[in-house]
């Protein structure tokens, strides 16, 4: 009989899905050697397979996400060393023009460097690589914090989003406390009136 299987939950490790796959790629083949041929490349090419796709999915996204940080902290390395050395270079000829002496070496290097520095900062390279730094740390702790949240579920132990979760609960159920106080204090107010009215 026909396999009738759909969704994700009813084939997780998508077999179902490739072989479908296989299926169209036998039809369109011409020859026996291009159907062997074109299964060889559906099955090439597996998708994230396992019980747990998000899962790896997630370690995928990791790996490129620490990558891509490790790029944008090199880049920003070898720009502010670079920097540094032109600073270098202006202050050594600086101060092998006129010989400062020893308590001036600080206030020229200052003079020197603070400029540049601004100079440096308003550079468009530099103001891509500093975003680019940015983005790149924000997109990696992203990751970085919805596995640990895969892992931590797996375990049964809150993850950030179930403490968010707990943390909503719990001010709902302050609250809902605080009008309950609210109510019953009304209503001992509202005893202590008729009380007093009943005593004059």
Known sequence: ????????????????????????????????????????????????????????????????????YQQAVTQQLVAAQTFFNDCLSAFQVSIEEDKPDSHELSARWIAIAEPRYEAWLDQPETQDRIAELINAWSAYTKTLRALNDEILEDLGMPSSRGLEDIAEELQRLRRRYREQIKELRADVDALKAAQAASDE
């Open 1 to 68: 009989g026909r396999m009738m299987v759909t969704g994700q939950d009813n084939d997780p490790f998508g077999i179902i899905e490739l072989l479908r796959k296989s299926t169209e790629a036998l039809n369109n083949a011409e020859t026996p050697d291009a159907g062997i041929q074109a299964l060889r490349e559906q099955w090439a090419e597996l998708p994230v397979l396992g019980p747990f796709p998000q899962r790896q999915q997630l370690l995928q996204d990791l790996t490129e996400h620490s990558t891509r």
